[in-house]
């Protein structure tokens, strides 16, 4: 149990699992997990955001735009604990949405290991699993996960079937275009088919790039001609706009929505309405007040204290990048009691 890395191995034709007994080219006639979305919707998803999407921000986003998909923060899968996840993992796994699809992702690295956290994630009340291949920010557990796991592709050929095999639910994963080679992921399309993957989510830059640059959608676009996979458009939508663009440029089956999100939440509701112009200023001075109103409400039901409330509200403010609003929310960051930063934010006007 404590091996990193299993010696049973993956091909077109061989897929052996935990236990030897059955192969993922075997399972062809296993009808997939069903997708957290219906038939027909183009699914609009707010994207796993550490130390933002938690519970809390997840039902403020549901009660008022109401996202088609949610995801938790990346949940860390211990490869030498028993218990795989931590009790608050467990519980966001579970938590309720209020009607709204909830996936669970994970980050982790070890077969065994991601295996038996899907599991205790189900059990929790996860339907939906998903795999964190993307996140730049190098290791996040005890060893290389997330986007680094494009460095070991034949590592991936274990992983990847075993997981589709122990999920009941949709399993999907989000994913770079690569480690260092934008065109890393068209060699995996067959390993993801194979393993019968639901669907993808793919962010078109590269780990190294972490956000430098411009998110490459013409990758995305190949990425869908190549595969009988949904794909879920991610990366630089900060506007209906662009959002619109990317689905008719791609032909992707949905789009995830991260900083742009974070920063306006009513992206959602401009791309559902296929509302192109831009909020005024006195339109984005009413969204943030009753934003960062939100935030600080919710926030009190699941953080201790006024310090830690106001700090991790002032997390939501580091995404609100409006040139005009800059002055007012500079100083909501440096407000001290919720009284002062209520007060402020009441104010708040275009400077």
Known sequence: VGKSWMPWKVNASVA????????????????????????????????????LTNRALRALFIDWVRPDVVFTEFMRVSNVSRKRLVRNDLTEAGSATGGVPLVAQLVGNDAWALVAAARNAEAAGAQHIN?????????????????????????????????????????SIKMRAGYTDPEQVFTLISLFEDSCVDFLVMHPRTVLQKYAGSADHSITARLVKQTSIPVIANGDIRSAQQGLQVLETTGAAGLMFGRGAIADPLLFERIRNHQVSEPTPAETAIMIRQYMGGVLECYQELFCGEKQVLDKAKNVLAFLDQPEFARPIGKLKRARTFAAFTELLARIEPS
């Not at 052996?16 to 183009?42: A, H, Y």
């Not at 274990?158 to 399993?171: D, E, K, W, Y």
């Open 16 to 51: 052996l699992t935990m236990n030897g007994t059955r192969s993922v080219t075997d399972r062809k006639d296993i009808s997939q997990g069903k997708l957290p979305w219906r038939d027909g919707e183009t699914p609009l998803m707010l994207a796993p955001m550490q130390g």
């Open 131 to 171: 795999l964190n291949m993307g996140c730049p920010y190098g290791r996040m557990t005890t060893s290389a996960t997330g986007g680094a796991m494009l460095q070991h592709p034949t590592q991936l050929s274990a992983v990847i079937p075993a997981l589709r095999q122990a999920i009941s639910g949709s399993f």
